[in-house]
């Protein structure tokens, strides 16, 4: 499965690479996943040379790389919805930026679910049935938890994403929810891209305000919740004895020997 998502997205970015017109020799280097402000600059400049005469070869290369960092879990997708707010007009990026978060978040899941489900399920059955009942008590809630946790920094998207169908969150709710949630948060980076060229790092593209104005975002998110339950201590409880023990396994402070990885995908 992995092999054919891989081969997949190297076709499609390969298309989309082939669909451009010949590239000038200083140009070429900057045709690259963004790692930083700096290759976001380089990369938007190069790129708003082409988009009057190729706007739709711009904006699908934009779409499926964008997917494809989402979909393998692969740092930079920030820097290219920065770099989307300084090429495309404010509702296009936006629009682009929340359904690639929601498409690629949403590949991830079904990867996830084929392989992450069964080795957490095999090695953390205690936890897994616990974080599954968890889902089940608030099922009625799941699309505004969903929305608060891609809002609020609490968890990483990546981990939000490989655990959710374990403790069966449906697609639909968490397509929606990412969609929805992700888009406070990418307003700030939209906004920020107008003025690119003047960044210095990523941090500047998130001030103490905006990250107080997404807090108050995600939290208004569980008004609903909370008026229906005492839902906010439970979510606390299951952050803190629960979700970050699995986050420190999956980087690898937990020991798993591949033998056991390996026996866990049969």
């Excluded at 978040?105 to 080795?119: D, H, N």
């Excluded at 936890?127 to 599954?132: L, T, V």
Aim: charge should be neutral.
């Amino acid at each position: 499965m992995f092999s054919i998502a891989n081969q997949g997205s190297a076709i499609s970015l390969f298309v989309v690479y082939k669909s451009f017109p010949e590239f000038e020799g200083n140009e070429l280097e900057h045709l690259k996943l963004p790692r930083s402000i700096e290759d976001a600059k380089h990369l938007g400049q190069v790129l708003s040379r082409y988009k009057d005469d190729y706007y739709f070869n711009v904006l699908s290369g934009v779409f499926i790389t964008y997917i494809f960092l989402q979909t393998f879990a692969i740092p930079g997708s920030i820097f290219l919805s920065i770099m989307s707010g300084f090429l495309f007009s404010f509702y296009v990026a936006l629009f682009l930026v929340c359904f690639c978060s929601a498409t690629g978040a949403t590949c991830c899941y079904m990867l996830s679910q084929l392989v992450g489900r069964k080795m957490i399920f095999t090695y953390f059955p205690e936890k897994a049935e616990h974080w599954r009942q968890v889902v089940d008590r608030h099922r009625g809630d799941l699309l505004n938890y969903m929305i608060f946790l891609r809002i609020t920094p609490f968890l990483p998207n990546w981990f939000i994403n490989i655990t959710a169908p374990v403790v069966g969150v449906p697609i639909l709710p968490f397509w929606l929810g990412t969609f929805l949630g992700v888009a406070p948060p990418s307003f700030v980076a939209i906004q920020t891209g107008t003025t690119l060229h003047e960044l210095a790092s990523s941090s500047a593209a998130l001030s103490w305000t905006s990250l107080i104005i997404l807090l108050i975002l995600g939290f208004v998110s569980l008004v609903p919740i909370l008026i229906k339950y005492n839902f906010l201590s439970g979510v606390i409880d299951l952050v803190l004895s629960e979700a970050f023990p699995l986050i420190l396994f999956l980087q690898g402070n937990c020991p798993l020997s591949s033998d056991m990885f390996q026996q866990s995908l049969k």
